[in-house]
């Protein structure tokens, strides 16, 4: 797992250097991955024009950045992600965000899901190879310490039942589950990433 781990770090991008290479793609109507298409390259239009705006809007409380102030290492979050996917451009900004909140306890690198099989094999979800996914990294020792994503708990639960209800995953359920970030204002993404931290933070003492 190191050795991915530090080969998939080695070509990793900063948040910003992502999400330009997202965009330069845009200009020539590609998006990240090895599949292309129309529909793709939609989304990752529609993922860009979010993300630009949840730069702007997103808020870490103070009462949540002094957490992640207090922790006693420093970590990488090594994140799996691709342009065209929607949980990733509701989360990856709020990442960002922890990550500037956390005075120089946490550095995020991200890394494409298509180009970095051996590493997404081995986070997968259910089987697949869902993403976002953020990996929590020792930065003294290299070492992956947890995982999470792709997507917090209500999310996850509103995806579930409309399955159970419908069979299958459409328009509607999409458009739903954008309404539901939209709504959390990326609230229960950073409860639960800081209760992580701050519980690994305590096995590391």
Known sequence: MKKSIATALFH??????YRKLVSDLLKDDKSTGNEQSPALTNYSHLNDTRMNRLDKTLKVPQESAQKLESLNNEYIWLVISEGWCGDAAQLLPVFDKLVGASEGNIEMRIVLRDENEELMNLFLTNKGKAVPK??????????????????????IDLIENYKKEHGAIDDTAK??????????????SQEEIIGMMLDLDKELE
């Open 12 to 17: 990793s991008h900063s948040y910003f250097e």
């Open 134 to 155: 953020l990996i929590v990294i020792n930065k003294e020792t290299g070492g992956a310490l947890a995982h999470w994503g792709p997507r917090p708990k209500g999310a």
């Open 175 to 188: 458009a739903d589950l954008q309404m539901w970030y939209l709504h959390d204002k990326g609230m229960s």
